[in-house]
C-alpha cells in the first residue's frame, strides 16, 4: 500500500470512518504521521524488516541510515534537544537495542523527549533465547520513562499515542516500543489514530499551588540576598521568556546549569555564568552566600551544589519549582515547594509580583550586588591570551563565538575539557542552542547531534565541539554526514590526552597519567577527507581566527578543524570531588 503526501493529512484517521485492513508496520507509519513525525533514524536488520518495507512505500517521513545504532539515537535527541519536537529513532533487535542504550541513557539522564522504536523476535520465540533476542523491557526500564512491549497488533495505536503523550508531557524522557517482528505483519482493522488518549496512573501536574505560588513571592520580595538559579528544566520547558521577564521585573542575579546555557543570555548584566564544578567564583559565592534561592528546573545535583553538607552550612531559604515532584527536595531540603510547569509557575509567579505591587529591598539588593561585583573582578576565567606559541583552547572558543555571535548558530560538544570551555566561554544568547550530554556525560555525542540538528536546522551553522578522544566514538558518522549533506563545522581541541581525566590525574594520582595519553592518534585532515570531506590542520594561535572563517565561507561543506592545543591546559575554576562549591581551585597557583 502506498502512502503518499495527500494521505498525510488523514494519517489520523480511516477514510468516511471505514476500517481498513492494515499491517503492524504500516499503521506504524500512519501513527508517526499523525504525530508530524519528519525524520528517523535508524539502522535496519531482520526484526524491522517489515517496518523498513512499509518506510520504503512512503515519502513524507525521511529516514536517516547512520552507521551505529548508538548515534542514531544521538542524532534523534539532538534534533530534539534544538527543536523540542520528539526524536524518533529505530533500530533492530538484539545488538541494535544494546547499541542504543548509550543513546536512550543519555536522553533519559537530561529528560529528552524521544519514542525509540525497537524490533523484538517473533512473539512466540520470546523467552527461548531466538537469534538476535534480548530482554528489551528489562534492559531499558531502567533508562526509559516507560516502555512497551507490543503483544497485539491491535494495540499498536493506542500504544504509539502512549508512547508520544509520555514522552514529551511532564518531565519529558525517551519512551521505547519494543515490536516483535510478527506483530509488525501481521493485519488488523485500522480505523484511525486515537486523537486523545487517557491514562489514569499518568497524570501530570501543570499548574503550581496558588498559596505555594503566593508564599515564594511573599519570601523573594523579603531577601536581602536573592539568588535566581535555573537547569535544564527552563529550557525543555519552553519557559525562557518567563525567566528573563522575572529577572528584569527584580533585578536579582541569575546562574544557569551546564544544561540551563542560553535560558537567559551570556552577555546578561545579571548573569553570573555557570555554576558548579567549573562554575565562575561569583556564581558559587552567590549560590553558597544567598539567603533565598530560587531554583527553577533545576535538581542540586552533585556537580551543582559540590558536597551537600557543605552547602547546607549556610543558612538560606529555598524555593524549588519544578514539573516532577521526585525531584524536590530529593538532594537539597526545600522551604517552599511548587509542582507544575516551569512556564507556568513563573508566568503566575511574575502575575502575583505585579498584582502585589510589591518592589524588593533596594538598599540590600545594591550592597549584595557590590559584593558579587567584587567577586566578578577576581576574573576567574583568565588565561594567557598573550601566548603566541601554542593554541589556547579557550581562544579557539572566544573566537568562534566573537565570529558567531550575530546568526543562528548551535553549539554541540562532546564530553571532556573542550566541553566545560565551551560552555564557559561561548555566551549562548538564546535557548536550545547549547547541545550536550549533562547527566550521562557521553562521549561521542557531539558529531551525531550536530547532524540531527543540521537537519532541523539546515540554513543555521552547527558546529561540533570536540576532542581527538570523544571525537573517534562515532567518527563513523562522517559518513551519515555526507550521505545526507548535512554540513556541520567540527572544531577538535586536539591536546593528545583524554584531557579532563590528565587533569584529575594531575591533580589527584601525583601525576601519574594512566592511559589518558594518546599515542596512535590518526591524521584526522586525510581522514576527513577519506570521508569526503574538508580537512584543516591549525597549529599556530594566529591561525585560529583565519581557519574558522575559511571554513565558516565552505557553507557546503563539512569541515574537519584540528586545532592542536596546549596539552598542559587544564580547566579552571574547579572544584575537587568532596569539596564544596566555594572551595574553588582557581588555577596551577593553588595546587
Known sequence: MEISRTELSSAAAASGG?????????????ALQAEGVKYVWGYPGGAVLHIYDAF??????????????????????????????????LVTSGPGVTNAVTGIATAYMDSIPMVIITGQVPTAAIGLDAFQECDTVGITRPIVKHNFLVKDVRNLADVMKKAFHIARSGRPGPVVVDIPKDVSFNKTPYTGYPTHIEMRSYKPVHKGHGGQIRKAVQLLMNAKRPYIYTGGGVVLGNATDELRTLANLLGYPVTNTLMGLGAIPGTDPKFLGMLGMHGTIEANNAMQHCDVLLAVGARFDDRVIGNPKHFASSDRRIIHIDVDPSSISKRVKVDIPI????????ADLIATIREAGAKPDAGALGA?????????????????????DVIKPQRVIEALYNMTKDVEAYITSDVGQHQMWAA?????????????????????????????????KPDAEVYCVTGEGSVQMCIQELSTCL????????????????????????????GRYSHSYMDALPNFVKLAE???????????????????????????RTVFMDFRTDPTENVWP??????????MLLGSEDL
Not at 18 to 30: M, T
Not at 59 to 76: K, N, P, S, Y
Not at 483 to 510: A, C, F, H
Open 18 to 30: 471505514q476500517s481498513q485492513d492494515l499491517r503492524g508496520a504500516e499503521i506504524l507509519i500512519k
Open 56 to 89: 520504503y512505500k512512503q515519502d513524507t517521513i525521511q529516514h536517516v541510515l547512520v552507521r551505529h545504532e548508538q548515534a542514531a539515537v544521538h542524532a534523534a535527541d539532538g534534533y530534539a534537544r534544538a527543536t523540542g519536537d520528539v526524536g524518533v529513532a
Open 339 to 346: 509542582v507544575g510547569d516551569v512556564k507556568d509557575v513563573l
Open 368 to 388: 549584595w550586588w557590590e559584593q558579587i561585583d567584587a567577586w566578578r573582578k577576581r576574573d576567574c576565567l583568565r588565561y594567557d591570551r598573550g601566548n603566541k
Open 424 to 456: 564557559q566561554y561561548y555566551k549562548f544568547p538564546e535557548p536550545r542552542r547549547w547541545i550536550n550530554s549533562g547527566g550521562l556525560g557521553t562521549m561521542g555525542v557531539g558529531i551525531p547531534y550536530a547532524m540531527g540538528i543540521k537537519l532541523a
Open 483 to 510: 550521505q545526507y549533506n548535512t554540513p556541520i563545522k567540527i572544531i577538535s581541541l586536539n591536546n593528545r590526552y583524554l584531557g579532563m581525566v590528565r587533569q584529575w590525574q594531575q591533580l589527584d594520582y601525583e
Open 530 to 556: 577519506a570521508y569526503g570531506h574538508v580537512g584543516m590542520l591549525i597549529e599556530k594561535p594566529q591561525d585560529i581566527e583565519p581557519a574558522l572563517r575559511e571554513a565558516r565561507k565552505l557553507k557546503d
Open 574 to 583: 574547579m572544584v575537587k570531588a568532596g569539596q564544596g562549591i566555594t572551595e
